[in-house]
């Protein structure tokens, strides 16, 4: 971590951040009251169900600490919490449209929005969202903001591809695997730090270095992520461990492992991957080869390099909102490489 | 027709909007090629599989001729077709997902994207699109036509939601009917008519009135299209007759046979239209029932009539630009309802 800001601990760090979250989730609901007042009841029903689902927030969360550090007030034009609230529609769209897709029944241990309502009112559903997201985001932030927006929802689907192409391969680099990530995660969350900085009134540099921050706190919760597929609890998590192993995909702790093994252990990882029928203790297998190699211990670290050096950029900060709001995203930084669920 | 101006004959109009059509597919494949340039080549191919496909063009022409009757010309600032050909992806978005959710196979009797290249590719390439489309809309028409834009795809979730709802009822009204096509179809046409009149800087009675145009032209379109599920020749529209019988969804022509008939045919189109099951005969006994009643006349004479007060409506435009664009609008109108495909 950065030597110079101390993150806070977690419990402050939590309470803090509380009062932004419920302005967060006070903006979605009138937004959404209003947006839907004349509509379909369903729709007003769908949306409430699928983005009301107990979500971190850490989309939004960014964007306002991001424009704070950068000298956004209250007293601002822009209203930065409208601007926020976009990215949260926008990854609920992503989920909606994704758990279509995945087929996915559960998300955080409640029903996907496709398994309860269908997989039309979810397409559609994300289609509302992705539309209202973008709006938001051109109506406080602009064309500058719009631009940004859309390089990296093209990026998201641009990696929703690859990870198609990947699927059908069973020799992924530790490259293959980090572009994935960048454009199915990481630019989103860079994109998210990097409004937010134009919507304080950001200088190039600090935008730059918030954007930074971004990618490397979205490489390192995506890391995450895939190391709480193999190591997760799934009642936390509330999804099923080994989802990533049973669908052949192949992720860093994989990778990591398949690169460190002998050449028998790998021949054994890589045909435990490739058989597609599911098989009693194939998984607890290859969690017993990862960790001989220690490569949930090495992605691990990986992701806290990934996120120093991103915490690192932000040393460019100085000042009073410096003091206050750098522990903050340091703090988020922690909470990411610490997080169970 | 609007009795002051005269549409021009259809072979004129085909050759005068060529140069417009080819301005705007011109345009479409670069900003493509520019889009997909560093993407997957999967992304790039079902961009262009989709979108060049033979389509009309109606939406961006709309856009075009608008900004023009209300002063642009190419030295202004904004790059109008930049601005048309958003509505050309976003209608490109709409039929990705429209056929992922209705399972169709053939749309203008090629194989659609979702069949050729799988639901997921098509949800995706939807979502790329839809997300493009904004930021064209944003870029060139600001906030204040991401508005309308918004408020049209809006209405057009909302409008799917409704039309769901409606699967389940056989007893629709012509009310019901026509709400359902403003949100489905004549919002958006209306958006783009307004639009365009916002570009070429009208006046606010200018950008109503071409609105309503829109609104006129788009609830036509959709009439005839239903029209043409009943009476077309499906070697000329690529679609089969008696899709929207045989699943059951009761449109305009069906809507005022059922008001006209007496109680002995009301009942049989009902139970016709019920029957889940095909069954050998019924298609042709519903259009005879039709038929006798006369439905099909009324229904295009509905349109016409709408159509006419569309047209009637842009009598306050005058001028040079009213001379030369005005007769082209008139002849889409014409067009719009002398449509076979």
Redesign the interface.
């Known amino acids: 971590m950065a030597d110079r800001v101390i993150p806070i601990p977690k419990e402050e760090l939590l309470a803090k951040i509380a009062p932004e979250i419920e302005n967060i989730e006070q903006k979605m609901r009138e937004d959404l009251q209003n947006?839907t007042a004349s509509?379909?009841p369903?729709?007003a029903e769908i949306l409430n169900y699928g983005i009301f689902n107990g979500g971190k927030r850490l989309r939004p969360l960014l964007v306002v600490f991001a424009a704070r550090l950068c000298g956004w007030t209250p007293k601002c034009k822009i209203d930065v919490y409208r601007l926020a609230i976009a990215f949260e529609y926008l990854h609920g769209?992503t989920l909606y449209?994704d758990d279509?897709?995945d087929r996915a029944d559960l998300r955080r241990g409640k029903t996907t929005v496709s398994k309860e309502f269908g997989?039309?009112?979810a397409?559609?559903?994300?289609?509302?969202l992705?539309?209202?997201s973008?709006?938001l985001i051109?109506?406080q932030g602009?064309?500058e903001a719009?631009?940004i927006?859309?390089r990296a929802?093209?990026a998201m689907?641009?990696g929703?591809?690859?990870q198609?192409?990947n699927a059908q391969r069973y020799n992924l680099s530790e490259e293959d695997y980090f572009a994935a990530v960048k454009g199915k995660t990481a630019l989103l969350i860079a994109a998210t730090c990097e409004i937010g900085a134009l919507a304080g009134g950001a200088t190039v540099h600090q935008q730059r270095a918030l954007a930074d921050y971004g990618l490397s706190l979205g490489t390192a919760f995506q890391i995450i992520d895939d190391l709480l597929d193999y190591q997760g609890d799934s009642i936390k998590t509330g999804k099923a461990v080994g989802n990533d192993f049973q669908e052949g995909k192949m992720t860093l702790p994989f990778i990591l492992a398949v690169a460190a093994a002998d050449n028998e252990d790998r021949q054994r990882l890589l045909s435990l991957l490739e058989e597609q029928e599911y098989q009693e203790g194939a998984f607890e297998e290859v969690l017993a080869i990862i960790g001989k190699y220690g490569s949930f211990e090495l992605c691990r670290k990986k992701a806290e390099k990934i996120v120093e050096k991103g915490v690192n950029g932000l040393k460019i900060f100085s000042g009073k909102e410096c003091e206050s709001i750098l522990p903050f995203l340091n703090g988020l930084a922690v909470y990411v490489l610490a997080r169970k669920v």
């Not at 397409?123 to 509302?128: E, W």
Request: with cysteine; net charge negative; aromatic share 10%.
């Open positions: 947006v509509s379909d369903l729709l769209a449209h279509v897709i997989s039309i009112a397409i559609l559903g994300g289609d509302f992705h539309s209202r973008m709006f051109g109506e602009g064309v719009l631009r927006f859309c929802t093209a689907v641009d929703e591809f690859l198609l192409r």
